[in-house]
């Protein structure tokens, strides 16, 4: 990615529709796939999971790459580039932190929608674990534990 793409692309980011992200940079992968470059737009993202003070103070910027769902027939690729900031209360036990927002939780690998889209598939769609697995390019562990997810919210 281009430090120059800064520009939050309105179009791009509504049709990949994760809150709390814009997208700032698309490009062709070379394999019939896409690569979304995302930023992180929702400043409570910087508030300290801990304590919940605001950050002032970025540590480093760092890229992950949370699965997502397939955009018009093409795999997306996130390259979600963030910040690890330093926690600006003395008396947090937490030093630092990654941003993080409602649909990518700290520390998963997979975006909200997809590990909705896997579970409402098993207990919506009549598919079994693995088919669900295949179809979504999912393991069976990551499968079964989305529809547990998705069953237990539809039973509340």
Sequence with gaps: MNNNDTEINTAATHLLG???VGVVH????????????????????RACPSCGVFATSRK????????????GGRTAVI?????????????????SFTEQ???IPARMRLTEALRHQAGKAVA???????????????????VQQAFAEYAAHVLD
């Design 26 to 45: 698309v490009e062709d992968d070379g394999a019939g796939g896409t690569v979304v470059h995302v930023v992180t737009t929702n400043a409570s993202a």
């Design 101 to 103: 927002t409602r649909q």
């Design 124 to 142: 919506d769609g009549g598919r079994t674990v693995v088919q669900a697995g295949r179809d979504l390019g999912l393991s069976w562990p990551t």
């Design 60 to 71: 480093e910027r760092v890229v992950t790459r949370p699965r997502h769902l397939s955009c």
């Design 18 to 20: 994760i809150e709390g």
């Design 79 to 95: 390259r979600w580039h963030k910040s690890r900031w330093r926690c600006a209360e003395s008396q947090c036990p937490r030093t």
